[in-house]
């Protein structure tokens, strides 16, 4: 079971990321942040709004979705690129077991 965690933890995180920031609705004035530099008082952080940002982009809203983060395009197709990248090892590690009996 341990293994099983630790061989798709990467996985599962990034579709589930994926996955709620798609239900997320992205409209709402206020939010829960978990911004470590909002903790410490500091007004800048290069990621706050990515989030919005990907949620504004599933929910088709392409000028919100800039606004929110300029970076929100190009981070859902590194996230989807990851995950496509992180699918196919499993699948060829899969069927290199059942084949070979490596």
Same mark, same amino acid.
């Given at each position: 079971?341990?293994? %099983?965690? @630790? @061989?798709?933890? +990467?996985? *599962?995180?990034? &579709?589930?990321? %994926? %996955?709620?920031?798609?239900?997320?609705?992205?409209?709402? =004035?206020?939010?829960?942040?978990?911004?470590?530099?909002?903790?410490?008082? &500091?007004?800048?952080?290069?990621?706050?709004?990515? #989030?919005?940002?990907?949620?504004?982009?599933?929910?088709? +809203?392409? @000028? *919100?979705?800039?606004? *929110?983060?300029?970076? =929100?395009?190009? *981070?859902?197709?590194?996230?989807?690129? @990851?995950?496509?990248?992180?699918?196919?090892?499993?699948?060829?590690?899969?069927?290199?077991?059942?084949?070979? #009996?490596?």
């Amino acid at each position: 079971m341990k293994l %099983l965690f @630790r @061989r798709y933890f +990467e996985l *599962a995180f990034w &579709i589930t990321a %994926l %996955l709620l920031l798609a239900l997320m609705n992205p409209g709402t =004035g206020t939010h829960y942040s978990f911004c470590i530099f909002k903790f410490i008082g &500091i007004k800048f952080c290069p990621g706050c709004g990515l #989030g919005h940002s990907i949620s504004y982009l599933f929910h088709g +809203e392409w @000028r *919100a979705s800039f606004a *929110a983060h300029p970076l =929100g395009i190009f *981070a859902v197709i590194v996230i989807a690129f @990851r995950i496509y990248k992180l699918s196919m090892l499993h699948i060829f590690s899969h069927l290199q077991t059942h084949f070979y #009996g490596q």
